[in-house]
């Protein structure tokens, strides 16, 4: 069936739907039917509109069946969100449900699922239970490292990290790399020598044997193997080739190599396909995104492909949109992609920037200027409220300062996509740990005791509620070894099962499971008894060191078990949402940064606290208020980092830490000794700079630090490019240059502008 086909020969007319109504660059856009194009739609421009209104035309007014039509985009929401448009309007023009359901609008992921189950010939159900990710994809991997970590009679005696390894595949897998060919892309790849990448190789050879052995796959895998049988088989070609006659491709900016080749295989012969995206919001290349790879080589892909650059901005105020577009001007434009932001809105506030002392004050100026904009608000009768307030950072660790201070003022807030402070993976550990420690305490109060003219009750101490959150820390925490256990078994894991909680349970008979452990070792199952014996060990040394300090107590976590398992911990399946898992592959070595920078806030918070029982209580405390003002209330202050906000846009954002090191990151700076030097990091900050500002529609609050974890600090580069100047919170001066007194601000010596050189 052709495309030809599809459509009556009659005279194009664009068909908007009553609540959209086209500026001449949107409807050049909409009216593009055949061949390739490029959608360069800046922020704010109605990029979803524009596709919905698209595909709505070809359907209604070209005669294009749904089935033959093939939309693309990165998150399942985007992709729920733009099939209901769809549907709604096409509705609209007498379609019936029948007619629309065979539209597909799915994400890279769901395509490459149906692509591979297809040719496995599996239900949905059926390849999902055999997609491995999280713990058994990193146990399956550990079996095959784990015999080479001491093997000295091979020369190996290889300590890799098992995250490390199979970020290395999933990277090999997204350059299309075949196993028994992949030396020389780890030695590049990498900046390894060829003996180190052949060990990489060999891993990766045995991990796609042992899967194909067991019948397994992994997420990259429905890219992978899709587009190895594009490129392999004519026949699997012929048939999906044939399929789809009109592609839309969102986000374009954000695929990696591979995403983009599979688009343009699907999208052959006819070609006629419309990747749509913005290369100034380019902000996934730590994950493997490329736009110079997809949309920024469209011309070179399609030489008589159209680009359609789309510029009305429909969201922020002509102040904001000045400062976003002085800044992205600092970054380097690809001919033919330029563009700039052009407000349809009238004049609006300026954009504030405040310097604070430190990040306690920055979070306590931001709650207090939250409040002070809610009280306003309600004076005036104005139709605002918590939820139309966004507070956005680089990092997601910067938040927590802010956490404390809104749940101190009764601020409710939501943190987006499960990523509170109080909901961590890090700071649920080692909360956990400390007190675990804090139950040793506990019981060496109550031996000590007993030799007293007082001595205590038992059942007064060991009370139901002291053993449930001792239990609670342990099934938490059980499972992490000692760096010690690591290093002389290989495991990254006790393996504490199900069946292994339950056991101890009932023998414990409410008691807390770590003292059980301890005074009945010779009643745990054989196969358990190292790892006990280990948990044991390490919680008894972590009181002993700490002095009941919880910083110190944080710091020797660390020191003795912690660092050693987040280096070997996949994350992904754990904690991301659905919005992030189906984004590129972050690489691991960011995500261990990010936990490693948690764990530093962790310790700052906890240094204003004497005792691990008052730290403990303190942010149980912290936690209760959160959760009070935050239940069963929609009217929240939303907090994110600037990568979840994408797609997203709120009446007034603050964007916290504009400083150097914190953002831009110092990851964008900084290189190792021996590592390349590399200028694309700044870019991509900048980037995602541009992003933060112009998620905001009517004020743009920036803060920054005149002092970052006990030293100073230097202000973001990004403030100045944006044409804006610190002041401190009364308005005044630059604090970076004056003290409050107007004497100039002399910086330590030891602080200097980050450079590249």
């Not at 060829?194 to 042992?210: D, K």
């Not at 193997?225 to 699997?236: A, T």
């Not at 001595?455 to 925490?477: C, I, L, M």
């Not at 280990?534 to 660092?563: H, T």
Request: charged share 25%; net charge positive; aromatic share 8%.
């Amino acid at each position: 069936m052709s495309s030809q086909a599809t459509r009556p020969k009659t005279k194009t007319r664009i068909s908007a739907t009553p609540s959209f109504s086209a500026n001449h660059q949107q409807a050049a856009a909409i009216a593009h039917t055949d061949g390739p194009a490029a959608f360069i739609a800046a922020a704010g421009t109605g990029k979803t509109s524009i596709l919905v209104q698209r595909l709505v035309r070809l359907v209604a007014d070209e005669g294009v069946t749904p089935e033959s039509i093939l939309c693309v985009t990165f998150t399942r929401a985007a992709a729920d969100e733009m099939e209901k448009r769809a549907s709604k309007a096409l509705r609209a023009r007498g379609m019936t449900l029948k007619e629309i359901k065979p539209l597909r609008v799915v994400t890279f992921h769901g395509l490459g699922h149906q692509m591979l189950r297809e040719k496995l010939e599996l239900t949905p159900q059926q390849l999902n239970q055999k997609l491995i990710s999280g713990d058994p994809r990193q146990w399956l991997a550990e079996d095959i490292i784990r015999p080479w970590r001491s093997n000295r009679s091979r020369g190996m005696n290889w300590d890799v990290e098992i995250t490390d390894a199979l970020a290395a595949v999933d990277r090999a897998k997204e350059a299309m790399v075949q196993p028994d060919g992949s030396i020389d892309f780890f030695r590049k790849d990498m900046s390894i020598d060829v003996e180190l990448a052949a060990r990489y190789q060999e891993f990766f050879i045995n991990y796609e044997q042992t899967k194909k052995k067991e019948k397994l796959y992994d997420l990259s895998d429905l890219i992978y193997i899709p587009l190895n049988l594009l490129e392999g088989s004519p026949k699997y070609r012929k048939s999906w080739q044939g399929r789809y006659h009109y592609l839309q491709v969102d986000e374009t900016q954000d695929t990696n190599p591979s995403q983009y080749k599979l688009i343009q295989y699907l999208a052959a012969p006819k070609q006629n396909v419309v990747v749509v995206g913005d290369p100034d919001q380019a902000i996934y290349q730590f994950r493997g995104a490329s736009p110079e790879a997809s949309i920024l080589s469209f011309k070179t892909m399609y030489p008589k492909g159209k680009i359609y650059h789309i510029e009305h901005n429909y969201r922020s105020t002509p102040q904001i949109l000045e400062a976003a577009n002085k800044l992205i001007s600092h970054n380097d434009i690809t001919p033919g992609f330029e563009k700039i932001l052009r407000s349809t809105q009238p004049d609006g506030a300026p954009v504030w920037v405040t310097a604070y002392e430190d990040q306690e004050m920055e979070a306590e100026g931001i709650a207090e200027r939250i409040d002070r904009l809610q009280r306003t608000w309600k004076k005036h009768q104005e139709a605002l409220s918590y939820k139309d307030i966004f507070v956005l950072s680089r990092t997601n660790h910067h938040l927590a300062s802010l956490e404390i201070a809104l749940a101190r003022k009764r601020i409710p807030y939501r943190a987006a996509g499960g990523s509170s402070f109080f909901k961590r993976k890090t700071t649920r550990d080692i909360l956990a740990y400390l007190a675990l420690i804090d139950g040793v305490r506990v019981q060496q109060d109550f031996l000590a005791a007993r030799n007293t003219p007082n001595p205590q009750r038992w059942d007064d101490v060991f009370t139901p509620v002291h053993s449930g959150e001792q239990n609670t820390a342990f099934r938490v925490v059980a499972n992490i070894p000692s760096r010690e256990f690591f290093a002389s078994t290989g495991k990254t894991s006790h393996r504490f099962n199900a069946t292994f909680y339950g056991t101890l349970a009932a023998h414990a008979s409410g008691r807390p499971l770590l003292q059980y452990c301890e005074e009945h070792a010779y009643t745990i199952a054989k196969e358990h008894q190292l790892g006990v014996k280990d948990l044991v060990g390490l919680i008894k040394r972590l009181w002993s060191k700490s002095n009941n300090n919880p910083a110190e107590a944080i710091k020797n976590i660390r020191q003795f078990a912690y660092d050693v398992h987040l280096r070997h911990y996949d994350s992904k399946h754990h904690e991301n949402s659905e919005e992030e898992a189906e984004a590129p592959t972050h690489h691991e070595e960011v995500k261990l940064e990010a936990r490693y920078d948690e764990l530093e806030e962790l310790i700052q918070i906890a240094q204003k606290h004497h005792t691990i029982r008052h730290f403990l209580q303190a942010m149980a405390r912290l936690k209760e208020q959160a959760e009070d003002n935050n239940k069963n209330k929609r009217d929240c202050v939303s907090l994110m980092t600037i990568h979840k906000s994408k797609g997203l846009e709120s009446p007034v954002v603050f964007v916290m830490g504009m400083t150097e090191g914190i953002f831009p990151h110092r990851r964008s700076y900084t290189m190792a000794e021996d590592g390349p030097i590399s200028i694309t990091g700044i870019a991509e900050e900048r980037r995602l700079a541009y992003v933060a500002f112009t998620r905001a529609q009517k004020q743009l609050f920036l803060s920054s630090l005149l002092r970052y974890r006990g030293t100073d600090a230097v202000a973001s580069r990004f403030i100045d490019e944006a044409g804006l100047t610190p002041t401190n919170e009364d308005g005044e001066l630059n604090p970076y240059l004056f003290k409050h007194d107007g004497t100039p601000r002399k910086l330590s010596p030891l602080v200097e502008t980050p450079t590249l050189f």
